[in-house]
């Protein structure tokens, strides 16, 4: 076999990342970007359109999970666009808004956490979703499965990375995530008996 048949059989080269020179932060590509931007635009669109009665003809627990996600999406969806353009110091801060009632938010952030070597803060946001009042009123035994697995590896990362660790998150930052969990809590357990558990 040739050199050059040896070459294309070999391991692809990985392209050069993206930087974002303002932020120094990973980018993705223009189209991903643009898809992340519709998203957006879809989702907005559909959360405006479904205010008069979005939880129609769902049963209790599905609409707690309506709830959720009414509640989350757009952050969601809008740090999504925020970490494909690099920025992502803005996307950290939507989906903390968004950990206490959705555990993608948690997944999202745990990735991220661990690209910045981040390893313990991965492992206590997803300790945190885990705990998460709201989130076990949604009770999804496969969530938390998957969350407790995820939790388990991430352990195993934070101790085996644990000198070059760099994690930040700060007894202020988890004090405004419990503050704003306790929030949410609240105010789902207010609307309970109204608009969400009425079939």
């Known amino acids: 076999m040739s050199e050059e048949g040896t070459l294309k059989l070999g391991k692809k080269v990985a392209k050069p990342k993206r930087i974002n020179s303002k932020t120094g932060y990973p980018m993705s590509t223009d189209k991903q ?23 129609k003809s769902r049963n209790s627990q599905e609409k707690i999970e309506d709830w959720c996600w009414n509640n989350s999406a757009e952050k969601m969806d809008n740090a999504d666009l ?23 938010a948690a997944n999202r952030l745990r990735i991220m956490y661990q690209k910045e070597h981040r390893f313990n803060d991965a492992v206590q946001i997803i300790n945190f979703a885990i705990d998460s009042p709201v989130l076990r009123k949604v009770n999804n035994d496969s969530y938390v499965t998957d969350f407790k697995k995820k939790l388990e590896t991430a352990e195993q990362k934070s101790m085996k990375h644990e ?34 558990t009425k079939k």
Not at 163 to 173: M, R, T
Request: glycine share 2%; charged share 30%.
């Open 33 to 55: 970007i643009k898809n992340a931007t519709e998203q957006l635009k879809l989702t907005r669109k559909f959360l405006k359109n479904n205010q008069t009665n979005p939880y």
């Open 82 to 104: 925020e970490y494909k353009k690099g920025e992502w110091d803005k996307a950290e801060k939507l989906w903390l808004a968004c950990v206490a009632i959705n555990y993608r």
């Open 163 to 196: 000198n070059e660790d760099q994690s930040k998150l700060s007894e202020e930052d988890f004090e405004k995530l419990n503050s704003n969990s306790d929030y949410w809590f609240k105010k789902l357990n207010n609307i309970t008996y109204s608009s969400i």
